[in-house]
C-alpha cells in the first residue's frame, strides 16, 4: 500500500495539522507503512522539517502565493499513483490535488476543522464557487475522515452525499515523559495565535478577573495578530507572552503549568490540548474543542466562548487544594491515553484497508 499524505503547507505556517499530519505519518511508516509526504513550503522550513523525521518528502516552494497550487506537484501524483491519497485541509490546493487524483487511487479527505460552521461563514462568496470546481467533485468519489463525531455530522449537513464514506479516528500524541518536575504553577495557553482561539479577549479576562494565578501565552501566528498580541500583553500584572516554542520548551511548559486554557470558536480536534492532557495540564475547554468526554468524565472545566462565565471557572481554579489538582493532573494523563500515535496510526491504517477492498465507485 503506498500512502501519499498532502497537506498544502509543511511547516509551521500549517498550524495544528504541523504536528497532527507528521504525527499521524510517522507513526504510520513506524508500523511499516509506506509513506510519502507532499506540499509546499516557506522560508524557514530548513529549521522546521525535523518534524517529518526520515519520511520521504515531495515539496515545491509557494513563493508569495500561499494557496500552494503546482503543475509539477499534480504532475508527480499522476506519476506516483497512489493506492492511498490523503488529503489534509481544504480550500486550498490540496482539493485540486484531490479531484484530479489519478482513477487508480482512492482519495480520503481529511477536512480538519475546515467544515466548521464559524469557517464556512468566513468568505462564503469565494468558499462557494471554489467548492463547486474542487470540493465538491472530489467528495463525489472521496471517503471523508472526520476527527469526531461532531465533523462527521458537520461533513452529511453540508453534503449528505457523503453518507456511507464517512469515518472518524482523532488526532494523537506523543506519551509525555514522566519527568519529576517542581511543583506546577499557573495557567498556559499554547498554539496558533488566531481570532478564532480568542487570544485577545482571553488576556483581558485574564487579566481583569484572575486574583493570583499567571497566565502564560505560547504561540506565533499571522505577524499582524502575533504583535497584537505581544501589545496586549505589554505590562500586565497576570499575563505574559513568551513566542513560540517547540521542542524541549513546549515540554518544560507544559510539565510547568498547572491549568491548559484554550477558548476557541472553532477547532477539528486541538492537537496542543491532547498534548496538554499528556504532560498531566487541567484543562480549561470550549465545546468547540469538541472532547465532550473530557467533561463527561470530570477531566476538563468547561467554559463559555463568550466569558460569561470565566469568574466562576476561575473561582473553581483558585478553590482547587494541592490534592485535587494532583488528583485531576493524573486524571488528564490517564485521558490521552487512548490517543496515543500507534493506535490511531493503526485505526488509521485499517480504514485504508477497508475503502481499498471496496468496489470502486
Known amino acids: 500500500m503506498r500512502i501519499v499524505h498532502y497537506s498544502t503547507r509543511l511547516g509551521r505556517s500549517a498550524g495544528g495539522l504541523y504536528h497532527s499530519v507528521s504525527g499521524l505519518a510517522r507513526a504510520m511508516a513506524g508500523l511499516g507503512a509506506e509513506v510519502i509526504v507532499a506540499g509546499g513550503y516557506e522560508n524557514g522550513f530548513a529549521d522546521e522539517k525535523q518534524v517529518w523525521g526520515k519520511l520521504p518528502l515531495l515539496t515545491h516552494p509557494l513563493g508569495r502565493s500561499r494557496y500552494g497550487f503546482s503543475l509539477a506537484m499534480q504532475a508527480e501524483m499522476a506519476r506516483l499513483k497512489p493506492d492511498i491519497l490523503h488529503i489534509h485541509g481544504i480550500w486550498s490546493a490540496g482539493s485540486i490535488h484531490g479531484r484530479f487524483a489519478p482513477k487508480e487511487t482512492r482519495v480520503i479527505v481529511s477536512p480538519r476543522g475546515m467544515l466548521d460552521p464559524w469557517i464556512l461563514a468566513r468568505k462564503p462568496w469565494l468558499k462557494r464557487p471554489h467548492a ?149 495540564c487541567i484543562p480549561i475547554l470550549t465545546e468547540a474543542c469538541h472532547l465532550p468526554q473530557l467533561f463527561s468524565d470530570d477531566v476538563a472545566l468547561r467554559m463559555e466562548p463568550d466569558f460569561s462565565d470565566f469568574s466562576v471557572v476561575l473561582s473553581r481554579v483558585d478553590a482547587m ?41
Open 132 to 280: 463547486s470546481l474542487f470540493e465538491r467533485p472530489m467528495l463525489a468519489r472521496a471517503h471523508l475522515h472526520a476527527l469526531s463525531e461532531h465533523e462527521a455530522a458537520t461533513a452529511l449537513d453540508y453534503m449528505p452525499a457523503l453518507a456511507g464514506r464517512v469515518f472518524t479516528v482523532p488526532n494523537g500524541v506523543e506519551p509525555a515523559a514522566e519527568t519529576k518536575t517542581p511543583e506546577r504553577n499557573g495557567a498556559l495557553y499554547l498554539g496558533r495565535l488566531h481570532e478564532k482561539k480568542q487570544v485577545l479577549p482571553l488576556i483581558d479576562a485574564w487579566e481583569h478577573q484572575a486574583k493570583r494565578m499567571v497566565l502564560t501565552i505560547a504561540g506565533w501566528g499571522d505577524p499582524a495578530y502575533e504583535a497584537a498580541v505581544a501589545a496586549r500583553c505589554k505590562n500586565k500584572r497576570r499575563v505574559r507572552f513568551v513566542g513560540a516554542l517547540g521542542g524541549d520548551a513546549k515540554a518544560q511548559a507544559l510539565s510547568a503549568a498547572g491549568f491548559f486554557i484554550l477558548p476557541s470558536l472553532s477547532e477539528g480536534l486541538p492537537m496542543a490540548a491532547l498534548e496538554a492532557l499528556s504532560h498531566g
Open 321 to 361: 487544594s494541592a490534592e485535587e489538582k494532583a488528583m485531576r493532573s493524573a486524571r488528564a494523563r490517564g485521558a490521552a491515553r487512548p490517543f496515543f500515535w500507534p493506535d490511531i496510526a493503526r485505526s488509521m491504517l485499517d480504514h485504508y484497508a477497508r475503502i481499498l477492498a471496496e468496489p470502486r465507485r
